[in-house]
């Protein structure tokens, strides 16, 4: 099994969903004690949400890229960042690697368009519902996002930096995650994304009317296809 490099902590909780559900995926398909073989750099997310907030993506892209370095250097054979957000800076962190990138964006467009669906509505942060680096991406796939109104957006962004990355769970807000994915689909969401890998905390298939792309699950399942190529 190749080795994945995880650059996470964007947000710790996001981090360790990818190491649960990687773990979780490699004992399920190999059996046995088999654990995935994994090197984690997680780095502090006060410093990258003070660098989102302040709009200085270039200081982020260059941190982004000196830890990836790191991380091939450890001995890193498959690259992935556990965050959605961070994506809009995939090209700036991955210059001068020679080891595979995964996409989350391109993972997941991957997956919901082999499923014959087109109009997947997208619940992630106001940088991802908003900004061309993620829904872009989506569209060069041939899926047409269905975004949430104004008022929704800044909602879903509030939810997951005040309570899901400090690992708060609220009923209440799980109820107003419901709501807002149920507007998506009146508005025409033949799917649903759960575009920041913490949102998964909230949603699933139980209580989303349409079928749900949990972005950390596509993300992980995708990188132990590639670790486990050839195998």
């Known amino acids: 099994m190749k080795k994945i490099g995880i650059l996470g902590g964007m947000s710790a909780a996001s981090t360790a969903l990818y190491q649960a559900r990687l773990n979780a995926q490699t004992m399920e398909r190999l059996g046995g004690l088999h654990s995935a073989n994994l090197l984690v750099r997680s780095l502090d997310f006060a410093d ?33 960042l556990a965050t959605n957000t961070m994506h809009k800076l995939a090209d700036r962190m991955t210059e001068g690697l020679t080891i595979p990138f995964l996409h989350i964006g391109t993972a997941t467009a991957q997956a919901v368009a082999g499923q014959g669906l087109q109009r997947p509505g997208l619940m992630a942060t106001a940088f991802t519902m908003e900004q061309e ?15 949430p109104n104004a008022v929704d ?6 939810i997951i930096y005040d309570e899901l990355c400090k ?21 025409g969401a033949d799917s649903l994304i759960l575009g920041c890998t913490e949102v998964g905390m909230l949603l699933n298939a139980s209580n989303v009317a349409v079928p749900v ?18 195998t």
Not at 171 to 185: F, P, Q, W
Request: charged residues 30%; aromatic residues 6%; contains cysteine.
């Open 48 to 80: 990258i949400a003070d660098m989102q907030s302040r709009g200085d993506w270039d200081a982020a892209g260059d941190l982004l890229n000196h830890e990836a370095r790191l991380l091939e250097a450890g001995g890193a054979e498959i690259l992935i």
């Open 213 to 230: 792309f949990d972005t950390t699950f596509i993300h992980c399942d995708r990188a132990l296809d590639a670790a486990l190529e050839g």
């Open 133 to 147: 680096f993620y829904t872009g991406r989506l569209r060069e796939n041939g899926l047409d996002p269905v975004i």
């Open 167 to 187: 690992n708060i769970i609220r009923d209440d807000s799980r109820k107003t995650y419901e709501a807002i994915a149920a507007r998506l689909v009146d508005a």
């Open 153 to 158: 957006r800044a909602t879903t962004h509030g």
